[in-house]
């Protein structure tokens, strides 16, 4: 049983901790700065550049697209116009990315347990959540994947709003249509993919249905997690 969370304040009150003892738990971006999942998908720049800056990649597993890191001796060599964020050297590997007028150089420490997705850069820009769940479903092609935290519909509302490297607490909702598309993407491209998304609405995802939280807590009850 797996189960994705999404920063979406619908989860908010949810006991994760309780969820991660009888389910394979993957979260998005900083999350991580109050749980540790079992995976961590990462893919904007910014907060990326936040999770491989701490020390949290060390003890646990982050999931990055498939970017190449670049070696250490390569650094001095190079040179950008505009806005460059680094964090300290660490004379091991680095990163290179962009986001908008920024560039962030971002520095490795060795030992960091990161993985990247394991599919063929197929051009299909998923958020966090959707390449979490689609990274899930590569592992465990078989287990019912639960949606906690997706509060796709409506006004945006992001626990981390309003923090580093997220936008400001009335920002409007501008991931629903990525979301719709994303998880549509998701049901065509895997037969075998079973997904539930956990949320008291009546606005569904096509493919795949609202359930309440007492169906999670059931299920979690009778998982043996392995």
Not at 139 to 148: A, G, K, S, V
Request: proline share 5%.
């Amino acid at each position: 049983m797996i189960v994705i969370v999404g920063n979406g304040k619908s989860r908010q009150n949810m006991d994760l901790e309780k969820i991660k003892k009888n389910a394979k738990v993957y979260g998005c971006n900083a999350l991580y700065r109050d749980f540790s999942p079992d995976y961590l998908y990462t893919g904007d720049p910014h907060v990326t550049h936040e999770v491989l800056s701490s020390d949290y990649a060390l003890n646990n597993t982050v999931v990055l697209n498939n970017m190449e890191s670049i070696p250490a001796m390569a650094r001095e060599g190079l040179s950008f116009e505009g806005k460059v964020v680094e964090n300290e050297p660490t004379g091991f590997e680095f990163f290179c990315t962009g986001w908008g007028d920024y560039t962030y150089i971002t520095w490795i420490k060795e030992g960091s347990k990161i993985m990247k997705t394991p599919w063929p850069d197929d051009g299909v820009g998923l958020s966090a959540g959707l390449m979490a769940t689609r990274f899930a479903h590569h592992q465990f092609p078989t287990d019912i994947i639960y949606l906690i935290g997706f509060d796709i519909f409506g006004k945006r509302d992001n626990i981390y709003d309003g923090t580093n490297g997220y936008p400001s607490e009335d920002y409007p909702n501008e991931m629903e249509k990525e979301f719709i598309e994303g998880f549509e993407y998701l049901i065509n491209t895997y037969e075998r993919i079973k997904i539930k998304r956990v949320i008291e609405q009546w606005t569904s995802l096509k493919g795949i249905p609202n359930v309440p939280e007492e169906e999670l807590w059931q299920n979690l009850a009778n998982n043996q997690r392995i």
